[in-house]
């Protein structure tokens, strides 16, 4: 399944919580499943780009991060990310390197795109360093300043997780991110500065 290219019948619908739906989809050749979360409420474009370029606020909304550092910014939205996540015991925590990039998304929606990049650094002996991650985050503006926010991921935790362990855990991880962000996007305390280098790029259509 190319997720950049993914049709809407290839998501089978499993729950809806709190205005929240989450879908899977079947990925070949692996048992692993790739999973989707959806909601809709209000909030700006520009808002979501902040908290997004706003790395530090991380750990306050992805779930089950245990760290997160900035390897490279690049001149043209690319920064190179590396997070590390939590796991149950006895599994190692899980090492991710992206590099992430904002691109358009049909007529008027941004994109947020995560895709690993497993030998950009050497590997720690205390964490497991996967190898094959994507993710996806599109904001798409609705009527009434309501943006929809699709998040689309696929992560292979490692051959030592059995693949249903594995879908079962990845199975919240779109739920409780966005969850978190709707929280953190509710909150006026949070301020995060709007980087104005996104202009430069992409026309995000709002005042």
């Known amino acids: 399944m190319d997720f950049d290219r993914a049709r809407e019948e290839e998501w089978t ?11 899977s989809a079947k990925m070949k050749n692996t048992p692993l499943l790739g999973f989707k979360g959806s909601v809709a409420f209000p909030v700006s474009v520009r808002r979501l780009i902040s908290l997004f370029y706003d790395t530090g606020s991380y750990m306050r909304w992805v779930h089950q991060l245990a760290s997160i550092n900035v ?4 001149d043209n939205l690319e920064y190179v990310i590396h997070k590390v996540i939590n796991t149950p015991w006895p599994f190692p925590k899980r090492e991710m390197i992206f590099r992430t990039g904002l691109d358009t998304e049909g007529e008027n929606g941004i994109a947020v795109t995560m895709k690993s990049v497993p030998d950009f650094i050497p590997e720690n002996r205390d964490t497991y360093r996967i190898k094959d991650a ?7 503006p609705m009527e009434n300043d309501v943006v929809g926010i699709t998040f689309i991921m696929f992560v292979d935790p490692g051959k030592d997780v059995p693949s249903q362990m594995s879908n079962t855990a990845m199975f919240e991880v779109p739920f409780y991110s966005l969850q978190n962000l709707r929280n953190l996007s509710f909150n006026s305390s949070y301020s995060p500065p ?7 790029y992409i026309s995000i259509g709002e005042e």
């Open 13 to 23: 619908f499993r729950v809806e919580h709190k205005d929240i739906s989450i879908y």
């Open 71 to 74: 390897l490279e910014r690049g």
């Open 134 to 140: 994507y993710g996806r985050w599109v904001f798409e």
């Open 194 to 200: 709007y980087p104005e280098e996104v202009d430069e």
